[in-house]
């Protein structure tokens, strides 16, 4: 997956290849705003609601499993809320001390993989599938989950850009 540091200039009208060209954007400006970063500050807050840049990653990595493989193709996951202490829906952020950077980085470039997949070889008026995430009918479409799944990067890329420049003062991607 080439990471990219310009905004997608695609000249497409098919929302599937804005979507795929947009995400891989997004998980590049992520990936940007937490390299150069030490361990230490990784993995220390900057803000008063208390999450650690590392915490938003594993997030990151998460959610984008849950609303794809766990959610619309139905296929079990062995964590789906292990991006929160409690391993549950609703509980607060963590990761464990043994769980780098790199690590996490590999996972979100693994999983973006894994959507484009899905992205090019299903249309997007396509339903998730009951069993994983979805326990009844109907499921949202595979369209509505990528676009809710892109908001969630462009929202919590712009969460990374305020807690780096409060970090480090770098700003911009």
Request: cysteine-free.
């Amino acid at each position: 997956m080439a990471v990219s540091d310009v905004e997608p200039q695609v000249d497409s009208a098919d929302p599937g290849v804005q979507l795929v060209a947009y995400l891989d954007y997004y998980r590049g400006v992520v990936e940007r705003k937490l390299r150069g970063l030490t361990d230490d500050r990784l993995r220390r807050t900057a803000l008063p609601s208390g999450w650690t840049p590392l915490e938003m990653l594993a997030h990151l990595v998460h959610m984008e499993r849950r609303w794809f493989v766990w959610g619309f193709l139905a296929e079990p996951v062995p964590d789906p809320w292990g991006d929160h202490a409690d391993g549950v829906d609703g509980g607060r952020w963590h990761v464990p001390d043994d769980v780098r950077l790199d690590d996490l980085l590999g996972r979100l470039r693994a999983g973006g993989e894994r959507t484009r997949a899905i992205l090019t070889s299903t249309p997007l008026d396509a339903r998730g599938r009951v069993g994983g995430r979805f326990t009844a009918e109907p499921t949202p479409t595979l369209a509505w989950i990528g676009f809710h799944v892109l908001q969630e990067y462009a929202r919590h890329a712009g969460h990374l850009d305020v807690a780096r420049e409060l970090i480090d003062g770098a700003t911009g991607e």
